[in-house]
């Protein structure tokens, strides 16, 4: 894997015509009493470093501000942690990042999001992008590390009751995830709520206990570090395959 850190404005060039470079999108956002607000950063951050190692390539320093968190999703409003920009601001931040690895050289770029509201703002900065020729001669793929992980496996892992991407929040994905790669930031509480939230619904006002339990959309109690090192290497591997596929690496 090259150092992202040893690049000089004399060797990015060339590096970045011969390597993959995998940008991590984050966010800093409450996840519950037992996780760190950096979830949604250190997520992707891992798992593109396990990648970059597999396929020579380098990990690009991490947007660590995501767009807003909805109340529906994770966001709180009377919970304390979340530190959101506007999407559209997002969106002009993120083009004017890639715009600018690909002036300086790298010709394969992977956007790896690990924040649920970030998407459509990632698709749609990657979208201008390609509208003004900023991506003429290079591949992109832009994917959140939770589309690469087949319904199978998660049926097999949580029995067939695993509640949906968009009920995940602080829940028992991540949370075995980072009993995985960071046990030493894992609280010992684990918060189940009842009624995980019903997918595409925004409501106004919101009850915040039936929003979520102390900030967790779903379970915590099935989680476990032998969950989360299954989840990882899939993610890992279905996205080694997918740059292999699309980036033509040997």
Not at 2 to 21: H, K, W
Not at 95 to 120: M, P, Q, T, W
Not at 219 to 247: D, P, W, Y
């Amino acid at each position: 894997m090259g150092d992202f850190e040893t690049l000089t404005s004399e060797t990015v060039r060339a590096a970045g015509g011969n390597g993959i470079l995998i940008l991590p999108v984050g966010s800093v956002e409450q996840h519950g009493p037992h996780l760190p607000l950096t979830v949604d950063t250190e997520i992707p951050a891992r798992v593109a470093a396990a990648v970059a190692q597999r396929t020579r390539g380098f990990v690009a320093p991490a947007i660590s501000y995501g767009a807003r968190s909805l109340p529906q999703s994770g966001g709180s409003p009377e919970l304390a942690g979340t530190v959101h920009v506007r999407g559209s601001v997002l969106t002009e931040y993120v083009k004017d990042v890639i715009c600018g690895y690909v002036a300086s050289g790298f010709r394969s770029i992977v956007v790896l999001n690990g924040h649920f509201e970030n998407e459509c703002f990632l698709f749609e900065a990657l979208e201008i992008c390609r509208e003004k020729g900023k991506l003429a001669g290079a591949r992109v793929i832009a994917v959140s590390w939770w589309s690469l992980v087949p319904d199978a496996l998660l049926d097999r892992l949580f029995g067939g009751r695993f509640p949906g991407w968009h009920a995940e929040h602080a829940s028992a994905v991540e949370t075995s995830l980072l009993l995985h790669l960071r046990k030493e930031l894992v609280g010992t509480e684990r918060v189940d709520h009842p009624e995980p939230p019903r997918a595409g619904i925004y409501l106004f006002p919101v009850e915040p206990a039936k929003a979520s339990s102390r900030g967790v959309l779903g379970k915590t109690s099935n989680a476990s570090a032998e969950i989360g090192a299954a989840l990882f290497e899939e993610i890992c591997s279905q996205l080694e395959a997918l740059v292999r596929e699309h980036m033509g690496r040997p």
